[in-house]
């Protein structure tokens, strides 16, 4: 293993000759190559794998909140966000069966988290011809100047196609002189002879001369899995496996003209929910839920694509609709998905050796986009649990424990918090049950009333304190109460007001252990 005294090329030639390191990461996505770089940068010797090093060309990790921005800051990664044709995303616009409601990140002053101001907002607009710039010419493009001076002083997120960031991130454990990568597929563990603990990876790499896999192995003091949400090595190491509701199916629209420039769509209807953000300067991600076993989705009735065209075409804003046909008529395959899958949170201090991160160990419903914000902080506390000045040496398995055993617990002032949000407010946008409906009622006349700062703040990642969505989680609650009461008739009906918080409590419930899966509050 590499010790201190060894100089860097000797550490270099450990890992390339003899796939030796402190550390071995599976999984060169956005947490795999955070993680890497990390902890290469505290001067930890880092072996990188990945099974597939082309471009990737996915539908997920398309949108990052503000927190996730100045974490990817606060990691020296900041610029891999940057030459992408990204587009700025200030806020989020909630359409509810039409009517609009502009929900924009509050400025850091307002909500408490002045901390975060040197990472999260920008030192200036930038200007690189779409969304979070200048006006360009384009529909989708921005009046001249309207973004800078309405937005000035805000946290601002990113919307990008997801294989140019991950190559970005790539890039960057490249360039480090103590990161090797290494394409290859893992497979499985390697375990001691005479104890428990995880030595490092068996894989399977492709041999230059045959062409054709041969097994080979990587060994380091700590082995970190980001294998991503199919992992191999999930049902192992961490015991469950994630529950899928339903699917994500995804277009692609050009020079889509949404309703409120720079700012990421949800639109509602009857039992649909759509997601919209602008991914490059001609480009539109739209994202189709489509519960499972939907029968408006039935072969019968034309499948996915028959949905889309007949359930929720016809509900999207009149504008975006020339765009969202044209992108169905494009072709007649059935569009790429993704699941949405529920995996609540587990312990990684009872491996010795091993812990399984990222996607691999909890994901929330994309809805909120909380994906990659959960991930990168989730790096800034491990690089922090384990930088050297606290472990030295990372093949202390005992210290390893105790420290993942307090990154379980420190996480939760920021996941329970995006986990619990994703999943609940996709309860209520989605909503079939009449009881879910009046909390989404509830929920959606609370953003007009303009109460959005901490709501919004909450779901970029910018406020990490629990008891703050407990408060406004229950004063949605009570507001959805007060207007079904109006609506059926508070004054007319004596009983109406027993009635109506009898009803509400079953909407609570409905909404915490049937519809929101459980261990969501655990974060």
């Known amino acids: 293993m590499a010790t201190r005294t060894e100089t860097r090329d000797?550490?270099?030639?450990?890992?390339?000759?003899?796939?030796?390191?402190?550390?071995?990461?599976?999984g060169a996505g956005v947490f795999g190559c955070a993680v890497a770089h990390a902890l290469a940068s505290q001067n930890r010797s880092v072996l990188l794998l990945e099974r597939w090093m082309k471009e990737p060309d996915r539908i997920v990790g398309e949108l990052m909140q503000p927190a996730g921005m100045a974490s990817l800051r606060k990691l020296g990664l900041g610029h891999c966000a940057e030459g992408i044709d990204a587009a700025a995303c200030y806020g989020y616009n909630v359409i509810n069966y039409g009517e609009e409601a502009v929900i924009p990140f509050p400025k850091l002053d307002e909500v408490g988290a002045q901390h975060l101001a040197p990472y999260v907002l920008m030192s200036e607009p930038t200007q690189n011809g779409?969304?979070?710039?200048?006006?360009?010419?384009?529909?989708?493009?921005?009046?001249?100047?309207?973004?800078?001076?309405?937005?000035?002083?805000?946290?601002?997120g990113r919307a990008f196609h997801h294989g140019r960031f991950i190559n970005q991130l790539r890039k960057a454990c490249l360039a480090h002189p103590n990161i090797t990568m290494v394409e290859t597929e893992a497979v499985a563990t390697i375990k001691g002879e005479h104890a428990k603990e995880i030595l490092g990876v068996e894989a399977r790499t492709v041999d230059p001369d045959t062409g054709k896999k041969k097994p080979d192995f990587f060994f380091g003091q700590l082995t970190i899995v980001a294998d991503g949400y199919a992992s191999i090595f999930r049902k192992q190491y961490v015991g469950r496996m994630p529950e899928v509701r339903s699917k994500f199916y995804a277009l692609e629209l050009i020079d889509c003209p949404l309703p409120e420039q720079g700012?990421?769509?949800?639109?509602?209807?009857d039992q649909t929910v759509v997601l919209l953000?602008?991914?490059?300067?001609?480009e539109t991600r739209a994202l189709i839920d489509v519960p499972l076993n939907c029968p408006d989705a039935a072969p019968a009735k034309g499948g996915v694509r028959g949905y889309m065209a007949n359930v929720v075409l016809p509900q999207l804003p009149a504008a975006i609709q020339p765009s969202f046909r044209a992108a169905l008529e494009k072709d007649d395959k059935i569009p790429r998905s993704m699941p949405n899958s529920w995996l609540p949170p587990s312990r990684q201090d009872t491996n010795p050796g091993i812990v399984v991160l990222g996607d691999a160990m909890n994901m929330r419903h994309p809805l909120t986009g909380g994906g990659m914000t959960v991930a990168l902080n989730d790096v800034l506390l491990l690089s922090e649990l384990l930088a050297p000045d606290q472990i030295p040496n990372l093949g202390d398995?005992?210290?390893?424990?105790?420290?993942?055993?307090?990154?379980h617990w420190q996480r939760k002032s920021l996941t329970s918090i995006i986990n619990v949000l994703a999943m609940a407010l996709?309860?209520?946008?989605?909503a079939a049950d009449p009881n879910l409906t009046v909390l989404r009622k509830g929920c959606f006349a609370?953003?007009?009333?303009g109460i959005v700062d901490e709501p919004v703040g909450m779901l970029g990642g910018l406020i990490?304190?629990?008891?703050?969505?407990?408060?406004?989680?229950?004063?949605?609650a009570f507001l959805s109460v007060w207007i079904d009461w109006k609506e059926r008739g508070l004054w007319e009906h004596p009983r109406q007001p027993v009635e109506g918080y009898q009803h509400h409590l079953d909407c609570l419930r409905r909404i915490s252990p049937r519809h929101v899966p459980r261990g969501v509050i655990d974060g």
């Open 446 to 449: 609370y953003f007009k009333k």
């Open 426 to 430: 996709y309860s209520l946008f989605s």
């Open 277 to 282: 953000y602008q991914i490059g300067t001609h």
């Open 464 to 476: 990490q304190r629990p008891l703050t969505l407990a408060y406004h989680f229950f004063t949605v």
């Open 130 to 156: 779409h969304a979070n710039g200048n006006g360009n010419g384009h529909a989708n493009g921005s009046a001249k100047g309207k973004t800078i001076r309405d937005r000035t002083g805000r946290p601002e």
């Open 10 to 26: 000797e550490r270099e030639e450990r890992r390339v000759t003899y796939h030796e390191a402190d550390v071995v990461v599976v």
């Open 263 to 269: 700012y990421g769509h949800v639109c509602c209807g």
């Open 397 to 407: 398995s005992a210290a390893v424990s105790k420290a993942m055993a307090k990154f």
